[in-house]
């Protein structure tokens, strides 16, 4: 079986594969578990999981799940679908500056994640 079928199985889930810069496997869709649309990030690598799911359990409150595929030894993250939105129009300096300061406050935020990798 698939790593996609897989997950809907478990998660009764209508999947959509995203096309992602990651190496990672990313998919969409509703959860009839969640009653929600859910955003599910498949991970090869046991270290870049914890460090994700640690990153996101830090600063919001969307990771659902989390479960390793024993069949692929995969580590699958489930989160709440977020709506991201592209940037309209040209990107300005100050507008660049703005999204700095929030990249910066995000990493002055984050705890460290070290002691997860393994």
């Known amino acids: 079986m698939e790593t996609k079928e897989i997950l809907q199985k478990k998660l009764k889930a209508n999947l959509t594969q995203i096309t992602h810069q990651s190496l990672n496997s990313t998919f969409f869709g509703y959860s009839e578990i969640y009653k929600q649309v859910i955003f599910v990030k498949v991970f090869a690598q046991a270290g870049k999981?914890?460090?994700e799911k640690a990153v996101?359990?830090?600063?919001?409150?969307?990771?659902?799940?989390?479960?390793a595929i024993k069949q692929t030894q995969q580590f699958v993250l489930v989160m709440k679908d977020l709506t991201p939105t592209d940037v309209k129009g040209q990107i300005t300096p100050d507008l660049?500056?703005?999204?700095?300061?929030?990249?910066a406050r995000f990493h002055r935020n984050v705890k460290p994640f070290f002691w997860h990798i393994s």
């Open 96 to 103: 660049a500056f703005k999204m700095g300061t929030q990249l």
């Open 49 to 51: 999981f914890l460090t």
């Open 56 to 67: 996101n359990q830090q600063i919001n409150t969307r990771v659902l799940d989390s479960f």
